[in-house]
Antibody, heavy 129, light 114 residues
Framework: QVQLVQSGAEVKMPGASVKISCKAS????????IHWVRQAPGQRPEWMGR????????IYSQKFQGRVTITRDTSASTAYMDLGSLRSEDSAVFYC??????????????????????WGQGTMVTVSS | DIVMTQSPDSLAVSLGERATINCKSS????????????LAWYQQKPGQPPKLLIY???TRESGVPDRFSGSGSGTDFTLTISSLQAEDVATYYC??????????FGQGTKLEIK
C-alpha cells in the first residue's frame, strides 16, 4: 500500500543536528515531491520545505532557511531532512508528506501543488540539555 | 505571508447533528485564471498525522465519507460535517496552498461530542 515510513524518535542536545529519514513504498518515489512539516505540541503544522524527488530540486521556508537540508536517495526511495542548530522550539513531531501532484482537473501532474495527501507516521524530536 | 484563521477554536456537537468549521484567509486564495480556491482541509486525531479530507476548497479526497463537504470562495471557507459520527472527534485544520511557499495552516478547531 502507499505509505511513508519515518525513522524513530530522537533526543538531542541544544545546538546539535538531527537527520530523519522517510522511506516511500507503494508508489513511484521519483514521480512526487516530498514535503517536511513540523508540528510542536498543541500547535498548528508548519511547512519546512520540500524536495522534488525526481530531480532533487529543493525549496525551503525562510523560517528554516540555513538550518534545514532536504535530500533524497532514489535507489532507496527515501527522503531525508537534516535540521541543525537545534533549539527548544524544535521539540516537535516532524512529518514527511507526499504532494498530491494533481492538476485542478484532477489529473496526475507530477508538479507541486502544496497539498499533502500521504503522511508519514511522524518522528518525535526532543531537544533538551 | 498569508495568515489562516479558523473559528471557533473548539466546538461541541451532538451525534447526528451538523458541525460547521470556518476558515478565513488574510487575502484571497482564489486563482481567477482557473477559478479554483487553493484551500485544503485536514483531520488530525491524537497521536496521528493529519489526514487530507478536501482540496480545491470542495473536492473530497478519495475514501473520505460524503458527510464531509467544503465550501466557500475568496477569503471565507467552511468545512461541514452533515451528521456527526463518534469517529469524527478530532482537530481540523485548513491550509492555503495559493502562494509560493510557505503554505500555511489555520490554528485548528477541536471538535468534540456534546
Amino acid at each position: 500500500q502507499v505509505q511513508l515510513v519515518q525513522s524513530g524518535a530522537e533526543v538531542k542536545m541544544p545546538g546539535a543536528s538531527v537527520k530523519i529519514s522517510c522511506k516511500a513504498s507503494g508508489f513511484t518515489f521519483t514521480n512526487y515531491p516530498i514535503h517536511w512539516v513540523r508540528q510542536a505540541p498543541g500547535q498548528r503544522p508548519e511547512w519546512m520545505g520540500r524536495i522534488n524527488a525526481g530531480n532533487g530540486d529543493t525549496i525551503y521556508s525562510q523560517k528554516f532557511q540555513g538550518r534545514v537540508t532536504i535530500t533524497r536517495d532514489t535507489s532507496a526511495s527515501t527522503a531525508y531532512m537534516d535540521l541543525g542548530s537545534l533549539r527548544s522550539e524544535d521539540s516537535a513531531v516532524f512529518y514527511c508528506a507526499r504532494d498530491l501532484s494533481k492538476s485542478p482537473e484532477g489529473i496526475y501532474s507530477g508538479h507541486v501543488t502544496g497539498v499533502f495527501d500521504i503522511w508519514g507516521q511522524g518522528t518525535m524530536v526532543t531537544v533538551s540539555s | 505571508d498569508i495568515v489562516m484563521t479558523q473559528s471557533p477554536d473548539s466546538l461541541a456537537v451532538s451525534l447526528g447533528e451538523r458541525a460547521t468549521i470556518n476558515c478565513k484567509s488574510s487575502q484571497s486564495i482564489l486563482y481567477r485564471s482557473n477559478n479554483k480556491n487553493y484551500l485544503a482541509w485536514y483531520q488530525q486525531k491524537p497521536g496521528q498525522p493529519p489526514k487530507l479530507l478536501i482540496y480545491w476548497a470542495s473536492t473530497r479526497e478519495s475514501g473520505v465519507p460524503d458527510r464531509f463537504s467544503g465550501s466557500g470562495s475568496g477569503t471565507d471557507f467552511t468545512l461541514t460535517i452533515s451528521s456527526l459520527q463518534a469517529e469524527d472527534v478530532a482537530t481540523y485544520y485548513c491550509q492555503q496552498f495559493y502562494t509560493v511557499p510557505p503554505w500555511s495552516f489555520g490554528q485548528g478547531t477541536k471538535l468534540e461530542i456534546k
